[in-house]
């Protein structure tokens, strides 16, 4: 491989990791404080179909943004309500949830716009174009720091560096913070943060709330950065490789990041493969080659799964000692 092909794999890699951190971070924040969250791929599905419609009927990407983040930030409220106040089964919250934005994404699609469950194309004025980063023609024959920084680091939209800064902002939070203390916390013991005068439902309210947040901007990216609108069923199990990735990251911060980079090598790697005839074997079957990053998710939790340890409260709701 050439390095021009190196660069466009590695290029490739970093924008579809990007929704995967999103997800994958969402589920950490909520997961960390006891709240079990396997409809990060219903949120992101109706982050994504908000966000385009929204851009598409404003023309404006950061509105499209605003109604990603904010429907995301609904499903979420509805997940906490359901498994925190009224202590529902978590899972069945979560997959519940998935059915929904899949359906109703659909639904409105379809009555809105007439096209199948998609959105009218967006203008430029409506998505997050790439931004060329300052100095970054100037580096561009640069030996080494020059070839990455012009060629992977700018050229990158904003929210692919709002993604890759916010993973250590949230170690940051999560271990050199108080907030990130007590959430930790009451997601390993919340009878002991609840006798310390601190609200459990409120806490893991909060986790919620930052989940909602994460998927709306994981599911806006889908729509409005990285495509030109909203396609049915887009995010494409997405929400399910960022849980994976969590549960291989055992639930923190920086090797979680490294997951994400590793599963979006592999959809990169295998979209080329599509396209490359290999030796001997010749043309692979493009059906094997979309499956196979799923297939070698499932690889990597069936040899990996067993050394990680989830919050010992994780979806296990808390009743108040009185």
């Known amino acids: 491989m050439d390095s021009l092909g190196l660069l466009n794999l590695l290029d490739s890699t970093i924008r579809l990791s990007t929704p995967l951190i999103f997800a994958a971070l969402a589920g950490l924040y909520s997961e960390r404080a006891g709240v079990f969250d396997i409809g990060l791929e219903g949120k992101m599905l109706a982050a994504a179909f908000a966000s385009a419609a929204a851009a598409g009927v ?56 007439g096209m199948g469950g998609g959105t009218p194309t967006l203008t430029a004025a409506g998505r997050f174009l790439d931004i060329d980063l300052p100095g970054a023609e100037a580096l561009r024959d640069v030996p080494v720091v020059g070839f990455l920084y012009s060629g992977l680091v700018s050229g990158q939209n904003l929210l692919v560096y709002v993604a890759f800064l916010a993973v250590p902002l949230t ?41 909602g947040v994460l998927t709306g901007l994981a599911g806006t990216y889908l729509a409005i950065a990285q495509s030109a609108g909203f396609a049915r069923e887009m995010t494409a199990g997405r929400g399910y490789i960022a849980l994976a990735a969590l549960i291989f990251a055992n639930w923190k911060p ?59 409260a994780g979806g296990v709701p808390y009743v108040k000692e009185r």
Not at 288 to 310: D, E
Request: include cysteine; hydrophobic fraction near 55%; charged fraction near 10%.
């Open 254 to 312: 920086v090797p979680m990041l490294l997951a994400c980079l590793l599963f979006g090598f592999l959809d990169a790697a295998s979209i080329r493969l599509q396209t490359t005839a290999l030796p001997v074997i010749g043309q692979i079957p493009p059906q094997f080659v979309q499956a196979l990053p799923y297939i070698l998710t499932v690889i990597l939790l069936a040899g990996f799964v067993g050394k990680s340890t989830p919050p010992k």
């Open 171 to 211: 170690w940051w939070i999560l271990f050199r913070t108080r907030f990130g203390l007590r959430l930790r916390a009451v997601g390993e013991n919340p009878a002991a943060v609840d006798t310390a005068g601190i609200s459990v439902a409120w806490l893991r309210y909060r986790a919620v709330l930052i989940c």
């Open 58 to 113: 404003t023309g404006s990407a950061f509105a499209g943004l605003g109604a990603g983040v904010a429907v995301a930030v609904v499903f979420s409220l509805v997940h906490g309500l359901a498994s925190i106040t009224y202590r529902g089964n978590q899972i069945v919250s979560g997959v519940a949830l998935n059915f929904v934005a899949s359906g109703l994404t659909i639904i409105l699609g379809s009555a809105w716009f």
